[in-house]
């Protein structure tokens, strides 16, 4: 019998922690795993090197174009080229938290990226987390998730993460309105807005640590994949 392909769609807000679960979880099931974000955060790395008006919509829809993105797998490990230049040690660097929506709002920018990330994930068992995944990029997935936790949880996971990458201690109360402000323009862009998939599984993940998260996630797809092959 021939194996069909799987997926797994992730989506949630920003700092929900969506790239560990996902990490964890293709680790857990011998998957490959897709950070889409990532994507939006190389292109938006591009557009800012570029010194381009990242308010205007025009430019970057045009700026978009065109504009060679690859994903790369090294040592099992994502890389985001663009141009053929690997931004990847760059993407999560404040300038990056605070522009990466203004990009990602942009309609032509998502259909952009919305390619890659369909060629990748129908092509391989793959892990999938963004903000779309569910409801546009993989509407057919059999397993998917939404992962929630409240606007305060997430600026203090924040705050630790930074803190213990040292250097200047963080202003929680800006971590706090960056969080509140990309919530904002995730649920009320034009272009797939954030929003649960009719059929995803809600996880709030205030009280749970990561781990536990991963594993009801791991529960829900091995019982779905032993009723598959039934």
Do not use: C
């Not at 990602?104 to 990748?120: C, D, F, L, N, T």
Request: aromatic fraction near 4%.
């Amino acid at each position: 019998m021939e194996t069909k392909i799987q997926s797994v769609a992730i989506d949630g807000p920003a700092g929900v922690g969506k790239s560990t679960a996902a990490k964890l979880l293709a680790q857990k099931l011998g998957w490959a795993i897709l950070e889409t974000g990532a994507i939006y955060r190389a292109i938006t790395v591009n557009f800012i090197t570029k010194n381009l008006p990242l308010e205007n919509e025009d430019v970057l829809a045009k700026a978009v174009q065109n504009l060679p993105v690859q994903v790369v797998y090294k040592n099992q490990k994502q890389h985001l080229f663009v141009e053929g230049v690997d931004l990847t040690p760059y993407l999560r660097t404040p300038i990056v938290d605070q522009n990466v929506a203004l990009v990602a709002k942009v309609p032509a920018v998502r259909e952009a990226v919305r390619a890659v990330q369909r060629q990748i994930a129908t092509s391989q068992n793959i892990v999938v987390e963004g903000r779309d995944i569910g409801t546009v990029v993989l509407p057919e997935s059999q397993n998917k998730f939404f992962l929630t936790a409240s606007p305060q949880v997430r600026a203090q996971r924040r705050f630790k993460e930074l803190v213990a990458k040292g250097g200047e201690v963080p202003n929680f109360s800006a971590l706090l309105a960056d969080i509140q402000k990309r919530d904002e323009m995730d649920k009320t862009r034009a272009v797939s807005p954030l929003l649960p998939a009719q059929d995803a599984i809600i996880i709030n993940t205030d009280h749970l640590e990561i781990e536990s998260v991963v594993h009801k996630m791991a529960l829900k797809i091995l019982r779905k994949d032993q009723d598959l092959n039934k």
